[in-house]
């Protein structure tokens, strides 16, 4: 009896070492890990996304496509040259059905080479439409990528935020398993010397072999919200990062109601893109008009050639030609052949106004949405400040009337579980509170 005991005591003992020093080994880990603000994460996902990078570049060839739109402006210059040899000419004299004469030629020779330019001066505002369009694309594509940076940074921000819920939750079980600990070691001597049953010290296990559970639980839940925010940022899933932001809730100022937020959604990235391509339609239509008007413009060609068969009479030999004058023309086809074309621009005009519209309710929906679970996680916070203070005094009472022999040990262990839950509401009621405040400015366009 007596190695019985002295065995029991070893193994208590054995696994209070084993829980203290796993504890320090992630304490060690932690204290060695990279402390980590949310505004650095960002910078980190902003320099290593591939889809930024991709935005980036985006932007960098709309820049040149406005740049070749204007382009158009500057006149058209071209040069030619050849080089040949004339067959002898035969000639019908008597119809084709009769026997040909030849025209001899003393050179088979014939070469030449010249200059042309063109100089638009009007061809329906089809230059400037073109420049308005790569300039509106161009507006398109930034407005895009800072909707796609958004995008990643709220991302960051909701990884981020779950590992400091991972982080915070380990604690509290940790904390929550050194106390239960104790108390089993008292409900165990309680036993040994027969004040209790067994069914208590069963029960006490039982209560620390679910925490020791919930807690490898929340330590693998941490560790994927590790991986993720350590992808985002271009970082090893080895890399140990630790977050060092409090979780205090930026509380929004007076005037920043829900009209504040809803006006601010007019200048929102997704907003502007939708508007952006409604004038994008809006100028496709504009081209296809100026398709119809005629066109005009100066031409001007110099040329040398040989022989000299283009003015009567023809001389064999070299001659220079310089040609000076204005062009007009008129596309009669395009009256007929771009009316469908001119229905399906002016429909996908109206298909933009609706699908700007559908953009905007949809932004609405998302502040509204937003705006409100912010407060009411605030109150949440609130409620749950008090719940703590209500389940500490409940669990202190309770856990005294207990060792008295006044209660049961299911009800100091109901008044355990209520005390750790509402610490767990209250970290996660901030952490929503700062993730819906995240994702408010995100709609807007203000993160």
């Not at 001066?121 to 694309?137: L, P, S, V």
């Not at 072999?209 to 994927?224: C, G, H, M, P």
């Not at 992808?231 to 140990?240: C, D, H, R, V, W």
């Not at 005009?296 to 040398?304: D, K």
Request: hydrophobic share 40%; aromatic share 10%; charged share 25%.
């Amino acid at each position: 009896m007596k190695f019985f005991a002295f065995n029991k005591v070893f193994m208590r003992l054995f696994c209070v070492i084993v829980l203290v020093s796993g504890f320090s080994v992630s304490a060690q880990q932690l204290q060695d890990s990279i402390p980590l603000r949310l505004t650095e994460a960002w910078e980190y996902a902003a320099q290593y996304r591939k889809e930024i990078k991709l935005k980036q570049l985006e932007e960098k060839i709309g820049a040149e496509d406005v740049l070749d739109a204007k382009n158009q402006r500057l006149p058209e210059l071209s040069t030619h040259a050849s080089y040949g040899k004339l067959s002898n000419i035969p000639v019908f004299t008597n119809g084709i059905r009769e026997k040909a004469d030849f025209i001899p030629l003393e050179d088979h020779s014939t070469y030449g080479a010249g200059v042309e330019a063109y100089f638009n001066i009007y061809n329906g505002g089809k230059t400037n439409i073109h420049i308005d369009q790569a300039k509106t694309k161009q507006r398109l594509i930034n407005y895009l990528a800072e909707e796609s940076r958004d995008q990643i940074k709220y991302e960051v921000a909701s990884a981020y935020l779950s590992l400091q819920r991972g982080l915070l939750f380990e604690k509290l079980i940790a904390k929550n398993i050194y106390s239960n600990q104790e108390l089993l070691d008292q409900i165990t001597k309680l036993y040994e010397n027969g004040v209790v049953l067994k069914s208590d010290l069963l029960r006490a296990k039982l209560q620390l072999s679910k925490q020791q559970t919930q807690l490898l639980e929340v330590t693998n839940n941490a560790k994927l919200a590790h991986q993720h925010l350590n992808i985002l940022m271009g970082f090893s899933e080895e890399t140990p990062v630790k977050p060092i932001d409090t979780v205090k809730v930026e509380l929004i100022q007076e005037d920043q109601d829900y009209a504040y937020y809803l006006n601010e959604a007019k200048s929102a990235p997704l907003s502007k893109a939708a508007e952006t391509q409604a004038t994008l339609s809006e100028l496709e239509e504009q081209d296809l008009k100026a398709g119809k008007l005629p066109k005009l413009g100066l031409f001007g060609e110099y040329m040398y050639s040989y022989p000299q068969i283009r003015l009567y009479p023809y001389e064999t030999a070299p001659y220079l030609l310089g040609i000076v004058g204005i062009r007009a023309s008129y596309d009669i086809s395009a009256l007929y052949n771009d009316k469908h074309k001119e229905l399906a621009a002016a429909l996908e005009v109206e298909r933009q106004e609706v699908e700007k519209q559908q953009v905007d309710d949809d932004l609405r929906k998302g502040i509204k949405a937003a705006y409100q679970d912010y407060h009411e996680d605030l109150q949440n916070i609130e409620v749950a400040l008090m719940s703590i203070e209500q389940a500490e005094e409940n669990y202190r009472i309770v856990r005294q009337t207990y060792f008295n022999q006044l209660s049961l040990l299911t009800d100091l262990l109901d008044a355990d579980n209520q005390l750790l839950q509402a610490r767990f509401e209250l970290v996660n009621s901030k952490i929503a509170a700062r993730l819906h405040y995240y994702q408010l400015l995100k709609i807007t366009g203000n993160l």
